[in-house]
């Protein structure tokens, strides 16, 4: 087996068991929960899209409003030095 098949094996093995791995963390969390974990520990939109059965819109859209969730946000109201 040449150097090129046994990199491409291992890959196709490492996908795998990503996969596997990602689907068992999160197996019983609501799906914008799912979508976080995916995101923070380093998955495409196209790989949590395809591993939840989703697609990358959908996906790119959750993770747009977590992540304002998480800003703080400026308050509108200034408080005037006197």
Request: aromatic fraction near 2%.
């Amino acid at each position: 087996m040449t150097v090129d098949k046994q990199f491409e094996l291992l890959s196709k093995k490492l996908d795998l068991l990503i996969r596997v791995t990602g689907m068992a963390a999160c197996r019983d969390l609501p799906q914008n929960e799912q979508i976080w974990l995916l995101h923070c520990v380093g998955l495409s939109s196209s790989d949590i899209a395809e591993l939840l059965g989703s697609n990358k819109n959908a996906i790119d859209q959750t993770l747009h409003r977590m992540r304002n969730r998480r800003t703080p946000r400026r308050s509108s109201v200034r408080s005037s030095r006197q």
